[in-house]
Structures are given as C-alpha cells and as structure tokens.
C-alpha cells in the first residue's frame, strides 16, 4: 500500500536528555531567527505584515550574526544585487525556517524517549536538522558558503565538532529511514511510541 503524509516513517531517539538537548538548540536557533523579522510581523493582518516588511531591511542585521549568514548565502555574485535579493528574500526565508523548526519543537512536545516522525513532518524536520547543523558549523568554518573547519579548530573545539557530526547523521538517518519505507510501502509502528499526555 501507498504511505500517506499520517504514516511514520523516522523516529528521533530523544532518550537520555537527546530531547531537551535537540529542543533547546531548535529555540536558540529560532530566538535567532525571529530577530530577522521586524516589529510587527508577528501581526495576524497580512497587510500590517507586508509594510513591516517593506519597512523593513534585515540584510545587516543577518550578516552581523555568523550563524545566521552561513544559513543565507548570497544568490548572486554581485554585492549590489545580492543585497537586493536578501532584502527581497529574507523574510520570507525566515518565517518558513521557523516554520519548519515549530513543527519539530511540536513533534519533541508530543512524545516521550522516541519521536516519531510523520511522511508529511519530514521535510520540515530534514530542513531543521540541516540549518542546525550549518548554523554550529558557521562556529568551525566561518561564513563563506563552501569554507571548511580547519583542523586546529576541531581539535579546539571538539564537542562542537561532534555535535554537528551528531546533527549529520541525524540527518542522514532521517534521510535513509524514509526512503526505506517508501521503498517497502511501510510505515513505523505507532504503538511503539509513547505520546506525552498518556
């Protein structure tokens, strides 16, 4: 049978403290990003949204944070234009990275040891996993789009660096796991997991 987007095909292992830790490096990853986004675009009125935006310019509040500038490289090459589009881009950016890292923060909410994670949560967890562990990795290699760790700063910094393999292989776990059952046409038992409220 086909999977449907309520079918589980991943499960974070949140025992041993691994939920709080994940939990607390998705709200300090989201307090950053939410200081992208202008006063009043928190608003429910889409046209109070729109003018804070256009009032707004977040460019050099972004390249003034190290983690947030690796996560918004530059489209283009010209610095003139690739103001522009971070100008045109970065709210919107924002909001869905958010987004996204909210429903992984609902997700850890919901559920006790392991996590289970739905067809239609995958997207959104694959895209959090990913920014965080660029957003730590801007800690090692700087900002520069293709830069990388120079040893000196691994051996520095070595929780660092096995946090962010952590965050790799969390990806790539989630990555595998869901095309495996794709593959097999089956999903994760959802009695296996034990949700908060029981």
């Not at 889409?46 to 944070?65: C, H, K, S, Y």
């Not at 490289?73 to 890292?101: C, K, M, V, Y």
């Not at 850890?108 to 990913?130: H, I, M, Q, S």
């Not at 051996?155 to 969390?170: K, Q, S, T, V």
Request: a negative charge; charged letters at 25%.
């Amino acid at each position: 049978m086909r999977l449907g987007g309520a079918d589980l095909v991943w499960a974070f292992d949140g025992r041993d403290g691994r939920d709080d830790g994940l939990r607390a490096m998705v709200g300090f990853y989201v307090s950053h990003l939410r200081d992208l986004l202008p006063a009043g675009a928190e608003s429910d009125d889409p046209f109070t949204q729109i003018v804070a935006d256009l009032a707004d310019d977040p460019t050099e509040r972004m390249l003034g944070n190290q983690r947030l500038s690796r996560l918004f490289p530059p489209a283009l090459t010209d610095g003139e234009q690739a103001g522009e589009f971070w100008r045109d881009s970065i709210h919107n950016q924002t909001r869905a990275r958010i987004a996204d890292a909210e429903v992984v923060g609902a997700d850890l909410e919901a559920f006790d040891g392991f996590v289970p994670v739905r067809l239609d949560r995958v997207d959104a967890w694959a895209k959090t996993l990913g920014a965080l562990r660029l957003f730590w990795y801007s800690e090692l290699a700087g900002t520069e789009r293709l830069a990388e760790p120079v040893a000196a700063m691994v051996e520095a910094n070595p929780g660092l660096a096995d946090l962010i393999d952590w965050l790799g292989y969390l990806l790539e776990d989630l990555m595998e796991s869901r095309t495996a059952c794709l593959g097999a046409e089956a999903s994760l038992d959802p009695e296996q997991f034990t949700a908060t409220d029981q």
